[in-house]
């Protein structure tokens, strides 16, 4: 069973940044991110490889998914927030998504979020 504990969630102000950090226990694994809007359906932001090398991205210009091995940890680098980010943020473990990144079904493990709120 694996265990995932997000943190770095909060209230900024539009154009401000945040880092989300998912701690995570056991092996590693293939770790995506994922938010939640009110009334809307859940939504990939990015995932990365279990060494780190591959990353992918619903919009590369403004976040930057990493990780550390070592401490367990996946790591979200959002800058230019806007008000439209605002969401619950998950981040989710997958033993293998069969190059379906985007697709949250694919995911065995999940975090139990974290609240990001941007002001305009």
């Known amino acids: 069973q694996v265990q995932l504990v997000e943190s770095g969630g909060g209230l900024v102000q539009a154009g401000g940044s945040l880092r989300l950090s998912c701690a995570a226990s056991g092996r590693s694994y293939f770790m995506g991110w994922f ?24 919009d590369s210009s403004r976040f930057t998914i990493s990780r550390d091995n070592v ?35 694919r995911y065995d493990y999940w975090g139990q979020g974290t609240q990001v709120t941007v002001s305009s």
């Open 71 to 105: 401490k367990n940890t996946v790591y979200l680098q959002m800058n230019s927030l806007k008000p439209e980010d605002t969401a619950v943020y998950y981040c989710a473990a997958a033993q293998n998504v069969g190059g379906k990144y985007d697709h949250d079904e």
């Open 35 to 58: 938010r939640q809007a009110p009334g809307k359906e859940r939504e990939f932001v990015a995932a990365i490889s279990w060494t780190g090398s591959s990353t992918v991205y619903a």
